[in-house]
């Protein structure tokens, strides 16, 4: 009796090559390009290219407040920089993105403690720049405070889905506690702003992670007497609080910014025809926008707005099925850095939020905050990667909105889903 095999398409085709049982590296890469989002990478690539023709817009600016009589800086001299950090910062991204979600949760998690080492030491050991300790100097200068943002983004996920395994954890406290600590650290060097984004990813996450309502209030409340006692007791809030409803001067910053950035109207005076930016401090870090704004016009700071926008929407999408409690937080908690960062911003430019000292991420010009921006989104897209042949039982951010349930669920995963949300 004859046995005849039936055909199979590709059968005599020999296997992938793989050493000691692993994969080849060519092959790791063609993985990472299918499970990346590749909508995310373009619009962060968008926005960076935007940036650097919005550097070389306000380096001119910039390089003739910082010309001395001794030494008078390249008109684009800050573009050229730019280049280069942003360069290394795309390695970053890309390099920070070919991690899986455990070794991205175990890298944000030595960074954090690396971070909060350094942050204890910077009234010590901290260079003081415009009347702030907030830069250590190893080579280079760099704020602790910016690389700890991803990694606080990453510790508070792990902490909090500790309640997968054991819900009675007191995890609220746990980074409640973490979060006071850094805000304490961040209002000695000061940096109140800076304590404001984090706090803000802080109230984000725990809501998420299925904060009691009740617990809201007492929250809301303590925020608010915080906010007050800041007022009266830090100098440095209460003059820009003071500034911002007293209505300012013509030579305040931002008072400065929002009339560079109506400037333009609505199509801009045109690429290097912006007057009113020649004025403007620190034009090509906290105040870009307005330089867009001068130059290139309403329209296209619009266009910004929306791409940024559309960062925070996609990445949502992404988690809206996801399955991992830890990577569903950890991405939430990364785009919120990101956009509220750039909503602080855009608020100060257009004269509707205090000067807080920010920069517009993956747009301003930087140096270490051009990469320690560049590292948080690279951490988003590694912990957001996805097999897309794999499909969810869940529908992870849909069913903490209360939007709906995996139909596929058993009786005990809707029982430990609801003991976490609780």
């Known amino acids: 009796m004859s046995t005849v095999q039936p055909y199979v398409p590709g059968a005599k085709r020999k296997p992938a090559h793989i050493p000691g049982g692993k994969l080849s590296r060519w092959s790791q890469l063609k993985i ?19 940036g650097t023709i919005a550097v070389a817009a306000a380096s001119p ?9 001794s030494q008078t800086l390249d008109p684009l001299y800050f573009f050229y920089r730019h280049l280069a950090w942003q360069a290394i910062a795309l390695c970053v991204m890309f390099g920070a993105s070919l991690l899986s979600r455990q070794n991205a949760r ?12 350094l942050l204890f030491l910077v009234p010590f050991i901290g260079v003081e720049i415009n009347g702030a300790r907030r830069w250590i100097s190893i080579g280079m200068q760099f704020q602790p405070s910016e690389f700890l943002k991803p990694a606080f983004a990453i510790v508070l996920a792990w902490v909090l889905s500790w309640r997968m ?36 990813v ?36 209460r003059h820009r609080i003071d500034a911002f409803f007293g209505g300012g001067t013509a030579y305040d910053q931002v008072d400065l910014a929002s009339r560079t950035l109506l400037a333009g109207g609505w199509t801009g005076a045109g690429y290097g025809l912006g007057l009113r930016k020649m004025s403007l401090p620190e034009a090509h870090t906290d105040y870009i926008f307005s330089v867009i704004g001068e130059e290139f016009g309403l329209i296209v700071c619009a266009f910004i707005v929306l791409v940024y926008l559309a960062i ?17 937080l950890a991405g939430t908690g990364l785009v919120a850095l990101l956009g509220g960062q750039a909503f602080i911003n855009i608020l100060v430019n257009l004269q509707l939020f205090p000067s807080k000292g920010m920069t517009l991420p993956l747009v301003s010009y930087g140096g270490s905050s051009t990469i320690a921006v ?18 969810t039982t869940t529908r992870g951010l849909g069913d903490l909105l209360d939007i709906g349930q995996g139909s596929t669920m058993n009786t005990q995963e809707a029982r430990i889903t609801r003991e976490i949300h609780q």
């Open 32 to 50: 990472w390009w299918r499970e990346i989002d590749r909508v995310l990478v373009g619009l962060v690539l968008l926005l960076m290219t935007l």
């Open 61 to 69: 600016a910039s390089a003739d407040r910082l010309s001395t009589s």
């Open 106 to 117: 175990r890298f944000g998690v030595m960074l954090g403690a690396g971070m909060l080492c």
């Open 165 to 200: 395994r054991d819900p009675n954890l007191p995890v609220l406290w746990i980074v409640t506690g973490l979060t006071g600590l850094i805000g304490a650290l961040l209002m000695m060097q000061p940096n109140f702003g800076e304590f404001m984004l984090f706090a803000g």
């Open 202 to 237: 802080w109230l984000v996450m725990i809501l998420l992670a299925g904060m009691p309502m009740k617990r809201l209030g007492i929250v809301i409340g303590g925020g608010l007497f915080l906010l007050t006692a800041t007022y009266f007791l830090y100098d440095n809030a």
């Open 312 to 328: 925070v929407v996609r990445v949502l999408m992404r988690l809206f099925d996801e399955e991992d409690l830890f990577a569903l």
């Open 374 to 391: 560049c590292l948080g989104v690279g951490l988003l897209i590694a912990v957001t990667r996805r097999n897309p042949y794999l499909k």
